[in-house]
Every structure is written in structure tokens, then in C-alpha cells.
């Protein structure tokens, strides 16, 4: 990435201001001896800032960035001393959005040993293949989760929310030395359609990456920032990373509520919102406050936006939504802003400064504007591979989303879904995302997915599942009508089923291994 974009970036949001010499001196020289991993950000932050609030938890207890940089470097010397964490150990961490996590994180890594960070949604038989898998050596985990962690194998250690305590409490202050190999990240994949996989995140070379998010999502150095989504997903993780970066404070809630999230937001004075798509249906679902957060910035990735969500988002809180396309292998591939999603409310945005973004057809050529064809990526944190050895297929450095998609001529980006869930209906290519995009535009209509099943004499056909709003009713066969004025014949869902709502993991994505299941059943 060009050396002036850098600088003018970081001058833009406010990470070049004057400071203290010997400050900024103990910045540089933490990011030199311990890298851009999330240890060395946070270490950079506490030279910088040791006294400006780091975390702030649901109770409105603080930690500054020098408190959270002790308590991280207390727990690693309790893990190591106590537990035997070694370098290249796998350490897994079981928790919901609070400090804890964070400094366990951190911990893990100033100690060179990979966080396997666990989706809190899992059941206790695939957090056993996830332990196995992984081959963890500790579970860092909460108290609710006792009794799905109380079957792992004997060899998995097991740090509860007190026990890790005590190993805070009970051990020395004082700087570590970097451990002799760097701390990897390891993200489970969201798993909606089998069993989790993780995923190698790379460590930061540099501020590439967070130049390329914060020139296109204006976030400022000190901002106050509140992280809805999960921090085991790759965005939320993301968004720590980022936060740690500008020196801001973060206001961490252990479960989303969405009324409890708005008073937060008021209450805390928050310029920002990291959250996944369905938490912005749920805050539109409760009444506005007033007065209205200052938000400056409401972020949002991890699945599609739904019909006219932005929007309607928009339309209450003002035009500062950005959503991001990504996904855990190749961390970011376009931004929309608020302007392009009032143009298009559906859109994935552009690719970011320094990402490649081109769509390919089956022989791996670029097809023209219009077309639907493979999305492919290129940018400096494609993952390192999955854990079991895998990987995705690559092209000229650009490696497969997975997804399906098209670039109309101005260059922006729609997400048509993953290639394995496009079906054929009689010989057409059907999306089922375009009906689910269409169905959510129906005022009755909370949520909608639209999942391909076996159909004897086409080969497959559309099943649509609708959650309606309180009160409200729908004909099945005014919702096929209502598709079939828009879309071509082969689009009409055959299947129309009401169902209270949609089964989703922590991060908001419906499970569709769930809708096969009732529909079956």
C-alpha cells in the first residue's frame, strides 16, 4: 500500500496528532518489539494512552488501557505458571462479550500460543470435535457454560470465569518478553450448512488493513465504540483490532439486547456501532430513544442485508451505515456507504483501497458487468489456510469467496449467495437470495429465508419460510403472486411455511441445515 495514502488515512482520522515524546516513543517501540498482533496493538495503546478507558462492561465497570494491559500480561504469567502454556499451544476461549475475553485473547497471544476463539452457540458434542479438532490445551470458558464443557476430554484443561481470576490476581506484575513464535488468531466458520472449520487469521504486517476499513468507515482515533457483535466472529474481531488501533473505548455487552443496546449507546455517548445485520432488525423492533445515540458510525458484516433494511435503518438513525463484505477466509472484499446504500440498498459496496475484487466464470475469466459468476479476492489478509491442512482455491493471488455474484457498471458489487446454494429449477439457475430479498420487502414480513429443496419433477424447487410481524397475516399464495409479478416463474416458491422465527447461530446467520430439517420433519 502506497506510503501517502497511509499517511494522509491516519492524518484523516486523527492517528497523527502530536503527543507526548517518550509517549510516542513507547508506542513505536512496542509495535517494533511485539508486532501488529492484537498484543502488540494493545501494548502500543497502553504506552500511548495508559490512562484513557479501555473496556466498559454492562455494569459500567472501566478498565483503562494500562489496567487492561496488567491484568492480560497477570493471566499469562497464571496460564503459563499454572496451566504449562507453551508457545504453539491452542488455547480456546468460550466466552461472551466481556473483558474477560479480551484479556484471555491477549494472553494467549503474549504468550505465543494460538486463541481458538469458540462460538458460544455450539453444543456440547461439537465443542467436544471442536476441542479434539483444534487439539486444545485449554478452554477458557464462562460459568454458563459449565455444563457443556464438563465432557471434553481429560487432557483439555479447563479455566473458568473464577479459576481465571485467581491466576490474575495470584501472579506478579511485570513486562513479558515476545514469545519466540507469534500468537496465531483461529476463527471457526459460522458452520450454517455442516461442522465449524478454522480458519488461520494472519497477523498485520503494518497498517494496511486498518488503513484500508477506516478510509472508507470514518472511524477517528479515541472514538467510544460499542462492539454488539461477537467477538469470536471474524468481525467482531475485527472490530477489536480496529478499536485497539484508535486508542478507543470499547463498551462490551455479554449478551444483544436491543433496548439495552440504545440506552448504552446514549448513556456511553457512542460514535460508533460494530453489529451483524439481524441486531439492526431487532433495534428497528424496539422504540427510538430520545434523545437519539450520537452515532457517527453503524457497521455492519457477517451476513446479507435483507430487503430494504438499510434503508429503513437510515430513515431512524440517520445515513451512517456501512456494511462490509467479507468473510473469515478472506477478511474483507467491498464497503457500501450510506449514499450507495441509498442507491441500492441491497449492495456490497466497492472494493476498498489496495483489495482486488473480480468476478470469474467456471474457466477462472473475468465476465463482463451483469453477469453472475464467482467472487474472487485479493487483498493482505487472506487467510492462512483451515487448521486441517485445506484451503480454497486460488487465482493470480485472488482466492474464492465462495459466493456468487456481479459488478453492474458503476462498479459496485451484489452478492447473489454462496455458489452451493444456488439451485436449478428446470434447467434455470435460481438464487434463492433474490427471493429472500424480494419476500422481506412485504411490510407483514419480519424475516424471511428462501432454501432450495428436491423436487421430482423439476430436480429442485423453492421453499420459503416467512416470520411475520405481531399480528400480522399472510395468504401463502399472495406471497407466490406477489413474487411472481416481479420475478420469472422458475423464482415462485412453491413452498410457503410461517414459522415463528428463524433459526440462526450467535452471529445472525439462519441455519439452513435447521430449515431442511423442519421442513422434512
Not at 482455491?393 to 465462495?402: A, Q, S, V, Y
Amino acid at each position: 500500500m502506497d506510503l501517502p495514502f497511509v499517511v494522509a488515512t491516519l492524518t484523516r482520522r486523527g492517528l497523527l496528532t502530536p503527543g507526548r515524546p517518550i509517549r510516542v516513543a513507547a508506542q513505536l517501540q512496542a509495535l517494533r518489539r511485539w508486532g501488529w498482533n492484537i498484543a502488540g496493538e494493545l501494548r502500543q495503546a497502553a504506552a500511548r494512552d495508559p490512562d484513557r478507558t479501555a473496556l466498559v462492561d454492562e455494569q459500567g465497570t472501566t478498565t483503562t488501557y494500562a489496567e487492561l494491559l496488567d491484568r492480560s500480561e497477570r493471566l499469562a504469567r497464571g496460564m503459563r505458571t499454572a496451566l504449562g502454556v507453551r508457545p504453539g499451544d491452542r488455547v480456546g476461549v468460550l466466552c461472551r462479550n466481556h473483558p474477560g475475553l479480551v484479556e484471555s485473547i491477549v494472553a494467549a497471544t503474549l504468550l505465543g500460543a494460538d486463541a481458538v476463539l469458540v462460538n458460544t452457540g455450539l453444543s456440547a458434542a461439537q465443542l467436544a470435535t471442536v476441542a479434539e479438532e483444534q487439539r486444545l490445551r485449554v478452554l477458557v470458558h464462562d460459568a454458563e457454560f459449565v455444563d457443556r464443557v464438563a465432557n471434553l476430554a481429560a487432557e483439555v484443561l479447563r479455566l473458568d470465569e473464577r479459576a481465571r481470576e485467581e491466576l490474575v490476581v495470584g501472579s506478579l506484575s511485570g513486562e513479558l518478553r515476545p514469545p519466540g513464535r507469534d500468537g496465531r488468531i483461529i476463527v471457526l466458520t459460522s458452520g450454517t450448512t455442516g461442522a465449524p472449520k478454522g480458519a488461520r487469521r494472519p497477523t498485520p504486517n503494518g497498517f494496511g488493513p486498518l488503513v484500508s476499513i477506516i478510509d472508507r468507515i470514518p472511524l477517528h482515533a479515541r472514538d467510544t465504540v460499542m462492539i454488539a457483535a461477537p467477538l469470536f466472529h471474524t468481525w467482531g474481531y475485527a472490530a477489536l483490532q480496529v478499536c485497539f488501533a484508535l486508542r478507543a473505548t470499547i463498551v462490551l455487552h455479554r449478551r444483544f439486547d436491543p433496548a439495552a443496546t440504545l440506552a448504552a449507546l446514549v448513556a456511553q455517548r457512542c460514535d460508533a456501532l460494530f453489529a451483524v445485520p439481524v441486531m439492526l432488525q431487532r433495534l428497528l423492533e424496539v422504540p427510538p430513544p430520545q434523545p437519539r445515540p450520537p452515532l457517527k458510525v453503524v457497521a455492519v458484516s457477517g451476513s446479507a442485508l435483507p430487503g430494504n433494511l438499510a434503508p429503513r435503518f437510515m430513515d431512524v438513525y440517520g445515513d451512517v451505515l456501512h456494511n462490509l463484505y467479507g468473510s473469515t477466509e478472506v477478511s474483507w472484499a467491498s464497503i457500501a456507504g450510506p449514499a450507495e446504500l441509498r442507491a441500492a440498498p441491497t449492495t456490497a459496496g466497492r472494493a476498498p483501497h489496495g483489495t482486488r475484487l473480480q468476478i470469474l466464470d467456471a474457466a477462472g475469466e473475468p465476465v463482463p458487468p451483469g453477469r453472475v459468476g464467482r467472487i474472487f479476492v485479493g487483498n493482505e489478509m487472506l487467510f492462512e489456510g483451515y487448521t486441517s491442512g485445506a484451503t480454497r482455491e486460488h487465482r493470480d493471488g485472488l482466492l474464492d469467496t465462495g459466493d456468487l455474484g456481479r459488478l453492474d457498471t458503476d462498479g459496485l458489487l451484489f452478492v447473489d449467495g454462496r455458489a452451493d446454494d444456488m439451485i436449478v429449477s428446470g434447467g434455470e439457475n435460481v438464487f434463492p437470495s433474490e427471493v429472500e430479498d424480494l419476500i422481506a420487502r412485504l411490510p407483514q414480513v419480519r424475516e424471511a429465508a428462501v432454501i432450495g429443496v428436491p423436487d421430482p419433477r423439476y430436480g429442485q424447487r423453492l421453499a420459503a419460510f416467512l416470520a411475520l410481524h405481531p399480528g400480522e397475516t399472510l395468504d401463502p399464495e399472495a406471497v407466490r403472486e406477489y413474487v411472481r409479478h416481479y420475478l420469472a416463474r422458475f423464482s415462485v416458491p412453491r413452498d410457503v411455511v410461517f414459522v415463528k422465527y428463524l433459526p440462526r447461530n450467535a452471529t445472525g446467520k439462519v441455519l439452513a441445515r435447521e430449515l431442511h430439517r423442519y421442513y422434512y420433519s
